[in-house]
């Protein structure tokens, strides 16, 4: 559990930075340039990933199991994870009235993936990491809010379509295949 737990500490940490002391950051990228600052940044979130990962598949084994879900809860995680999965395309594709409506997909699909695995999880591994996940995220989206939602320009219902499109393609793959083969856990 010490991996995982120190995973979360480096990847949402980094990630936190600038909510959280944004006087360092500031610092960083004064002393470093933008560039040095995004080489930090990422090396830092990508060891943490990585440990995140790795510290999962150690613990979840032998993780002690708070609650069993009942099986009907699987029809609605597959559900929110299809709208988590559209709402994080939304985010990367150019902007899309969802994106607009929303003005932060990104963290509304995460927001929206962790309570879904709480909701279809009861094991100590899974609720540590969904729920680190889920606080961040509203942490976050706190923070932001405070400076400021973003103005979106020309918004295109293509690109609404896109992230529905692919969105949706990507959950039917995770749902049918991806999942078990990554996480050895089929959702259905």
């Given amino acids: ?10 990847f949402l940490g980094i990630h936190s930075v600038r909510f959280v002391v944004p006087a360092l950051r500031e610092n960083l990228v004064e002393r470093m340039g933008e560039n040095g600052w995004k080489g930090i ?7 943490g990933f990585g440990l995140v990962i790795w ?16 099986v009907w809860t699987r029809h609605i995680v ?18 899309g009235f969802i994106k607009a409506r929303v ?10 993936w962790a309570f879904a695995h709480i909701l279809a999880n ?29 103005a979106f320009g020309n918004m295109s219902a293509r690109n609404d379509v896109i992230a529905v499109v692919v969105g949706s393609a990507i959950t039917i ?8 083969f990554l996480f050895g856990v089929s959702p259905i």
Avoid: C, N
């Avoid at 559990?1 to 480096?10: K, S």
């Avoid at 940044?41 to 060891?47: E, K, N, Q, T, W």
């Avoid at 003005?103 to 929206?112: G, Q, S």
């Fill in 1 to 10: 559990m010490i991996v995982l737990i120190v995973g979360l500490a480096l």
């Fill in 41 to 47: 940044y990422s090396l830092v979130a990508l060891v």
């Fill in 55 to 70: 510290g999962y598949a150690l613990a979840r084994p032998d993780a002690p199991v708070f609650y069993e879900p009942p």
């Fill in 78 to 95: 597959i559900l929110l994870m299809l709208v988590s999965m559209i709402l994080l395309l939304a985010a990367y594709v150019p902007a």
């Fill in 103 to 112: 003005k932060h997909p990104m963290l509304a699909a995460v927001k929206i």
């Fill in 122 to 150: 009861g094991d100590l591994a899974t609720l540590l990491l969904a729920g680190a996940f889920l606080a961040w995220a509203v942490a976050d989206r706190i923070s932001v809010k405070r400076r400021g939602d973003p």
């Fill in 173 to 180: 793959w995770f749902v049918l295949q991806l999942h078990a």
